[in-house]
């Protein structure tokens, strides 16, 4: 049998990007995940474990950056780069400039933050599930590029730029595959319609 030789080091990033619970059968959280992958028209509860993983990294980020003193150059330069992004992705407005407030982020706050929400807050979509089947579709695009993730966490200074992309046939672009084969029917059938007519 052929053996598949790689060329070189593999560099790919291999960590997991989400973490099973430890307790499966816990009852109140199955209820938890249930009603946030219905709120959020989310796919499966990977998702919210994916979630959960960035926010348990954003947290323990924040206690140990809290347990060093203020004049600390490390707490100083993580601490900053951490609200910058906190506040660059909208999780917490410049009031809430400190590293106590991230320690109070839940889950919403994140999941809020998804393409796939703000498509439907924005009215774009008749449901939060519609607003994934359009991003799935290559309907919506952010800044001017078509984004197909509906995970993907929009910035505060791109979540104006949401909007339907020129191509799609929802703003007026090329119709679908499955309008072109019902019109191509239609005037198909109106020509045999009309010849049948003039025979009678």
Same mark, same amino acid.
């Given at each position: 049998?052929?053996?598949?030789?790689?060329?070189?080091? +593999?560099?790919?990033?291999?960590?997991?990007?989400?973490?099973?619970?430890?307790?499966?059968?816990?009852?109140?959280?199955?209820?938890?995940?249930?009603?946030?992958?219905?709120?959020?028209?989310?796919?499966?509860?990977?998702?919210?474990?994916?979630?959960?993983? +960035?926010?348990?990294?954003?947290?323990? $980020?924040? $206690?140990?950056?809290l347990t060093l003193p203020d004049d600390n150059l490390r707490k100083q330069l993580e601490g900053a780069s951490l609200m910058r992004y906190c506040m660059r992705l909208g999780l917490l407005d410049e009031s809430k400039n400190k590293l106590d407030y991230v320690l109070a982020m839940r889950v919403n706050d994140l999941l809020d933050r998804r393409l796939q929400s703000l498509v439907f807050k924005l009215g774009l979509a008749k449901s939060i599930h519609h607003a994934r089947c359009l991003i799935r579709q290559r309907h919506i695009r952010v800044c001017g590029q078509i984004v197909t993730s509906p995970s993907f966490m929009v910035r505060i200074e791109s979540e104006k730029r949401i909007e339907l992309s020129p191509t799609s046939p929802l703003a007026g672009g090329k119709p679908g595959r499955v309008r072109r084969k019902k019109q191509a029917a239609a005037m198909k059938g109106g020509g045999d319609g009309g010849d049948d007519e003039d025979e009678d």
């Amino acid at each position: 049998p052929r053996r598949s030789v790689t060329m070189g080091k +593999n560099y790919r990033a291999s960590s997991k990007t989400s973490q099973t619970p430890r307790r499966p059968f816990e009852k109140d959280r199955l209820d938890r995940e249930l009603k946030l992958c219905g709120e959020y028209g989310l796919r499966c509860k990977r998702e919210v474990w994916r979630v959960l993983v +960035n926010l348990r990294a954003m947290r323990k $980020r924040a $206690r140990l950056l809290l347990t060093l003193p203020d004049d600390n150059l490390r707490k100083q330069l993580e601490g900053a780069s951490l609200m910058r992004y906190c506040m660059r992705l909208g999780l917490l407005d410049e009031s809430k400039n400190k590293l106590d407030y991230v320690l109070a982020m839940r889950v919403n706050d994140l999941l809020d933050r998804r393409l796939q929400s703000l498509v439907f807050k924005l009215g774009l979509a008749k449901s939060i599930h519609h607003a994934r089947c359009l991003i799935r579709q290559r309907h919506i695009r952010v800044c001017g590029q078509i984004v197909t993730s509906p995970s993907f966490m929009v910035r505060i200074e791109s979540e104006k730029r949401i909007e339907l992309s020129p191509t799609s046939p929802l703003a007026g672009g090329k119709p679908g595959r499955v309008r072109r084969k019902k019109q191509a029917a239609a005037m198909k059938g109106g020509g045999d319609g009309g010849d049948d007519e003039d025979e009678d």
